[in-house]
């Protein structure tokens, strides 16, 4: 939906609620015609039902909403005298449109003195468990939320099974564009094959201001731009559901480039206008290798992949009698390779043929030699050519919403011929540290800013399954941040001294308060 759609939008609900309440507010001794002033009507109607002035914020927050709207409708029922269980079915289950049977056709009557807390135990709970999804949900959706690892494209740095808390405020809140969901969940209703969501009607991108901007080399947790669910999930063979932009699949990779940046890939290490980006200490890039053996020396493999540390689950497959085949090694495991006895040679491997598959799909480039690509910048405007537009097509048509026609060698962006186009956002390139075991930017493109979604900031827990049936907590990265300096560091200990002391501290104030007594 467009600006002027959800101003529409917007004022069409202020005229249902004011033809559906304008003689409640009448009965509760306030005017008309403040039932029809929009967000003013919502405070007064706050006042009316006795609740406080700032649930009229929790009424324009997108997806706590949803919440609210049932709660003030039953809310306002019990003011007028409405408060059996029949009548709270009929105003939650008609949408608040029960509220205009009471408002044309009963006798009303203003309870202004009512009794506020619930009368029994069950009323009680619900209202203490609606208000506690509140209080998560509006965490979940803008502060800061739970994440797990899936898949091992950022292994070393990020391993599979690790659960992380991503922030949401570090590049500011992106308030939700999907209006009506499910709070909490992604995509999909758990236990369950059906979308948690509604397509219709979406909100304009809006993101609340940022501590910080994208820097090379964050982690950031993003929605993946070209997902779609191929059977989501209807039967196979279906078209997929083009998904909207803040359910589509959560992908965690390094931002290697950033707007304005010119990035290359030469033999898979990464520049950056030219020059060889430097990753941090944490990070521990991988690539695949080819180790020849003697064939003749005896070697403790066990032993040896143990202290290489091998944590990718694909591991290593032999290629030829005499030789191992590593998916992912740091230089340092190479190297400790190198100087293994029976061991021949080391070579990283390094692709070198074209492959369609690799963005902007011209068969130009592979995922080890690459670009250069400019990273496009909100503002910045490029000349469009025959040869420019594969890597900007997708920008202009599904990014940013604007029709395409192609005349010969005219281009013609929303009924006028043109040949540039400036961006309307940022864009980032992301790419997984595992270089030959990560579907990312190098495959599908930039990310636009309208599709990042956070910062991941902490690992609070870790799950080594290690694909022998043998589960076991990675301890050592328990409670570790993911950026900062040198190696991690687990503050777990300090957690559990923290925790240690609060309970102590507890046992001797209560035992100081029964004293007193």
Same mark, same amino acid.
């Given at each position: 939906?467009?600006?002027y759609?959800?101003?529409?939008?917007?004022?069409?609900?202020?005229i249902?609620?004011f033809?559906?309440?304008?003689?409640?507010?009448?009965?509760?001794?306030?005017?008309?015609?403040?039932?029809?002033?929009?967000?003013?009507?919502?405070?007064?109607?706050?006042k009316?039902?006795?609740?406080?002035?700032?649930?009229? &914020?929790?009424?324009f927050?997108?997806?706590?909403?949803?919440?609210?709207?049932?709660?003030?409708w039953?809310?306002?029922?019990?003011?007028?005298?409405?408060?059996?269980?029949?009548?709270?079915?009929?105003?939650?289950?008609?949408?608040?449109?029960?509220? /205009? /049977?009471?408002? /044309?056709?009963?006798?009303?009557?203003?309870?202004?003195?009512?009794?506020?807390?619930?009368?029994n135990?069950?009323?009680?709970?619900?209202s203490?468990?609606?208000?506690?999804?509140?209080?998560?949900?509006?965490?979940?959706?803008y502060?800061?939320?739970?994440?797990?690892?899936?898949?091992s494209?950022?292994e070393?740095?990020?391993l599979?099974?690790?659960?992380?808390?991503v922030?949401?405020?570090? %590049?500011?809140p992106?308030?939700?564009?999907?209006?009506?969901?499910?709070?909490?969940?992604?995509?999909?209703?758990?236990?369950?094959k059906?979308?948690?969501?509604?397509?219709?009607?979406?909100?304009?991108?809006?993101? &609340?201001?940022?501590?910080?901007?994208?820097?090379?080399?964050?982690?950031?947790?993003?929605?993946?731009?070209?997902d779609?669910?191929?059977?989501?999930?209807?039967?196979?063979?279906?078209?997929?559901?083009?998904?909207?932009?803040?359910?589509?699949?959560?992908y965690?990779?390094?931002?290697?480039?950033?707007?304005?940046?010119?990035?290359?890939?030469?033999?898979?290490l990464?520049?950056?206008?030219g020059?060889?980006?430097?990753?941090?200490?944490?990070?521990?890039?991988?690539?695949?290798y080819?180790?020849?053996?003697?064939?003749?020396?005896?070697?403790d493999?066990?032993?040896?992949?143990?202290?290489? *540390?091998?944590?990718?689950?694909?591991?290593? @497959?032999?290629?030829?009698?005499?030789?191992? %085949?590593?998916?992912?090694?740091?230089?340092?495991s190479?190297?400790r390779?190198?100087?293994?006895?029976?061991v021949?040679?080391?070579?990283?491997?390094?692709?070198?043929?074209?492959?369609?598959?690799?963005?902007?799909?011209?068969?130009?480039?592979?995922? *080890?030699?690459?670009?250069?690509i %400019?990273?496009?910048?909100?503002?910045?405007?490029?000349?469009?050519?025959?040869?420019?537009?594969?890597?900007?097509?997708?920008?202009?048509?599904?990014?940013?919403?604007?029709?395409?026609?192609?005349?010969?060698?005219?281009?013609?962006i929303?009924?006028?011929e043109?040949n540039?186009?400036?961006?309307?956002?940022?864009?980032?390139?992301?790419?997984? *540290?595992?270089?030959?075991?990560?579907?990312d930017?190098?495959?599908?493109?930039y990310?636009?800013?309208?599709?990042?979604?956070?910062?991941p900031?902490f690992?609070?827990?870790? +799950?080594?399954?290690?694909g022998?049936?043998?589960?076991?907590?990675?301890?050592?990265?328990?409670?570790?941040?993911?950026?900062?300096?040198?190696?991690?560091?687990?503050?777990?200990? /300090?957690?559990?001294?923290?925790?240690? &002391?609060?309970?102590v501290?507890?046992?001797? +104030?209560?035992? @100081?308060?029964?004293?007193?007594?």
């Amino acid at each position: 939906m467009t600006l002027y759609s959800w101003f529409v939008f917007f004022l069409a609900v202020q005229i249902i609620h004011f033809v559906g309440t304008w003689k409640l507010y009448q009965t509760a001794g306030r005017k008309s015609w403040e039932a029809a002033i929009p967000v003013y009507n919502s405070i007064v109607l706050m006042k009316i039902i006795s609740r406080p002035t700032w649930w009229t &914020l929790l009424l324009f927050i997108p997806i706590i909403n949803l919440i609210m709207f049932p709660v003030v409708w039953v809310e306002t029922l019990r003011t007028f005298g409405k408060k059996s269980t029949l009548d709270t079915i009929l105003g939650i289950f008609t949408l608040g449109f029960y509220i /205009y /049977y009471v408002n /044309y056709t009963q006798k009303l009557e203003y309870n202004a003195d009512r009794k506020l807390t619930p009368e029994n135990k069950t009323a009680d709970t619900v209202s203490s468990l609606l208000f506690a999804i509140i209080v998560a949900t509006l965490v979940h959706t803008y502060v800061i939320q739970p994440y797990t690892i899936p898949t091992s494209s950022l292994e070393k740095s990020l391993l599979i099974g690790d659960f992380l808390f991503v922030s949401k405020v570090n %590049y500011g809140p992106r308030v939700p564009m999907t209006t009506i969901a499910l709070p909490m969940v992604h995509d999909s209703i758990p236990l369950t094959k059906r979308k948690s969501y509604l397509s219709w009607p979406q909100l304009p991108y809006f993101r &609340l201001p940022a501590f910080e901007q994208i820097k090379r080399n964050d982690i950031v947790v993003f929605n993946w731009p070209v997902d779609t669910v191929h059977y989501f999930y209807e039967p196979k063979g279906r078209p997929g559901v083009i998904k909207p932009i803040d359910k589509k699949s959560n992908y965690v990779k390094r931002c290697v480039g950033i707007p304005g940046d010119s990035l290359s890939i030469k033999d898979g290490l990464v520049f950056i206008n030219g020059k060889k980006l430097i990753l941090p200490e944490r990070a521990k890039p991988q690539y695949s290798y080819s180790v020849a053996l003697d064939g003749k020396t005896s070697i403790d493999f066990e032993s040896l992949f143990k202290e290489l *540390d091998i944590t990718d689950p694909a591991g290593f @497959r032999t290629e030829k009698r005499d030789t191992l %085949y590593f998916r992912a090694l740091t230089e340092a495991s190479a190297e400790r390779l190198r100087n293994t006895p029976g061991v021949t040679a080391v070579k990283r491997e390094i692709d070198k043929g074209n492959d369609n598959a690799i963005f902007p799909h011209i068969n130009k480039w592979n995922q *080890d030699n690459f670009g250069p690509i %400019y990273i496009p910048e909100a503002g910045k405007t490029v000349a469009l050519t025959n040869t420019s537009l594969p890597f900007y097509k997708e920008i202009i048509t599904n990014y940013e919403g604007n029709t395409l026609e192609l005349s010969g060698s005219k281009f013609i962006i929303n009924g006028k011929e043109t040949n540039t186009y400036t961006f309307k956002q940022n864009y980032y390139w992301m790419m997984g *540290d595992n270089r030959h075991n990560s579907e990312d930017s190098r495959y599908w493109g930039y990310v636009p800013e309208n599709h990042i979604v956070g910062k991941p900031v902490f690992i609070w827990m870790s +799950w080594d399954t290690n694909g022998k049936g043998i589960n076991k907590i990675r301890w050592s990265r328990v409670f570790t941040t993911v950026d900062g300096e040198g190696q991690p560091q687990s503050y777990f200990k /300090y957690f559990l001294i923290i925790l240690a &002391l609060y309970f102590v501290g507890e046992f001797f +104030w209560r035992k @100081r308060k029964q004293n007193k007594a």
